[in-house]
């Protein structure tokens, strides 16, 4: 017992025992009485013990997790935004690539080209900028690597397939623009 207030005096006991959660319960409670009866008791296991002491870093990492999904969401529309209209933009170009032959396909791989190289451009930034920051944060990461190559290629995987799905639409809207009205767009 330690000096504090009465209410926050307490004794922990930690109890070892083969009998099951129910029986040892009774009979350390049955103790406790036999000792003082108006002593409190609460008894918990150690798996309840250690579940409630984990409950707060999953409510973050979950929490973080939503931040995260949140932004993958928001990059998604931008991203989706920004090439449609980078196609609006270019409905001529297309339309006369189009009168001159290109295929769908040809069309399609141009406009995803396009978001390819802004992509490529955005990551090589943010992995430069991911390493900085590992570099400045490595104080206060605990038992995990500053440098997580497995994590960064995740990321970055995740990325891609956002932004190819965000590029994918513009560029099936730019193959159903028919020849005639993309040179008739303005």
Not at 31 to 49: C, F, G, K, N, W
Not at 96 to 103: P, S, W, Y
Not at 109 to 122: D, F
Request: with cysteine.
């Amino acid at each position: 017992m330690y000096s504090a207030p009465d209410e926050l005096r307490r004794v922990v006991a930690i109890v070892r025992t083969r009998l099951a959660a129910g029986p040892a319960s009774r009979a350390i409670r049955q103790i406790a009485a036999e000792l003082d009866r108006y002593v409190p008791v609460q008894i918990e296991t150690m798996q309840q013990s250690a579940g409630r002491l984990s409950v707060r870093p999953r409510f973050n990492a979950m929490l973080l997790a939503l931040f995260a999904a949140i932004g993958l969401a928001l990059s998604a529309c931008g991203l989706y935004g920004v090439l449609g209209f980078l196609v609006a933009q270019r409905t001529r170009e297309i339309g006369v690539r189009m009168a001159l032959g290109a295929t769908p396909r040809a069309i399609v791989a141009l406009v995803l080209a396009n978001a390819g190289r802004w992509l490529a451009v955005g990551m090589a930034c943010g992995l430069v900028l991911s390493v900085g920051l590992s570099l400045a944060l490595k104080s206060l990461l605990y038992g995990i690597p500053a440098y997580d190559p497995p994590s960064w290629a995740l990321a970055a995987a995740a990325l891609a397939a956002t932004a190819m799905g965000a590029a994918w639409q513009p560029a099936l809207r730019a193959v159903r623009t028919g020849p005639l009205e993309a040179l008739r767009h303005e």
